[in-house]
């Protein structure tokens, strides 16, 4: 179990090219990632055209409160690194999953059925799903699209895994 475990981390690790996803742990100054100025402008043009409602995190940094039917209340947040724009979710904290082999297959299969996205696991051992688009061509309509694969996909995501879950 810990071989699977331990292979499982390192699978997930090569998913997961950013291994921080919460808009707390986003917030924190990460030297390695430098902001474009255009792109974080870009960003909060696109949040005030969509019609969500969001709110401010941090610097760079918004979540947009979305609602599914297994997870109901779902917080996607939405950033900027370099000229990639990041979107992503945690599905489930550490805390509250019982992470088996089962699970773990179970995530694997997921995988390959959710497109534009990734499932891993992050430096604090919590559940995420991630898209990382190219800042550079997208647009309203895309950016939307991003934004309700993530909340579908966490909910999806989430749903599958409720067995795993702290009641």
């Given amino acids: 179990m810990k071989s699977f475990r331990k292979t499982f981390a390192v699978v997930s690790t090569i998913v997961a090219l950013f291994a921080c996803i919460s808009?707390?742990?986003?917030?924190?100054?990460?030297t390695q990632a430098k902001q474009d100025k255009?792109?974080?402008?870009?960003?909060?043009?696109?949040?005030?055209?969509s019609g969500?409602?969001?709110?401010k995190a941090a610097e760079n940094v918004w979540?947009?409160?979305?609602?599914?039917?297994?997870?109901?209340?779902?917080?996607?947040?939405?950033?900027s690194a370099e000229s990639l724009v990041v979107m992503g979710a945690v599905v489930a904290?550490?805390?509250?999953m019982k992470v088996t082999q089962?699970?773990?297959?179970?995530?694997?299969?997921?995988?390959?059925?959710?497109?534009?996205?990734?499932?891993?696991?992050?430096?604090d051992?919590?559940?995420?799903?991630?898209?990382?688009?190219g800042a550079k061509c997208l647009d309203l309509a895309?950016?939307?699209?991003y934004m309700e694969q993530v909340s579908a996909g966490t909910d999806k995501v989430h749903a599958a895994i409720k067995a795993y879950l702290a009641k």
């Fill in 125 to 133: 051992d919590d559940l995420f799903l991630r898209a990382e688009v």
């Fill in 102 to 123: 089962e699970m773990t297959v179970k995530l694997l299969r997921i995988v390959h059925d959710i497109d534009r996205v990734k499932i891993g696991f992050d430096s």
């Fill in 63 to 79: 979540v947009v409160n979305f609602k599914g039917k297994s997870l109901t209340d779902i917080n996607v947040f939405v950033t």
């Fill in 23 to 30: 808009p707390e742990t986003l917030a924190r100054p990460h």
């Fill in 142 to 145: 895309e950016f939307k699209d």
């Fill in 93 to 96: 904290p550490k805390s509250s």
């Fill in 38 to 49: 255009q792109v974080v402008a870009k960003l909060a043009q696109l949040l005030e055209q």
């Fill in 52 to 55: 969500y409602p969001y709110r």
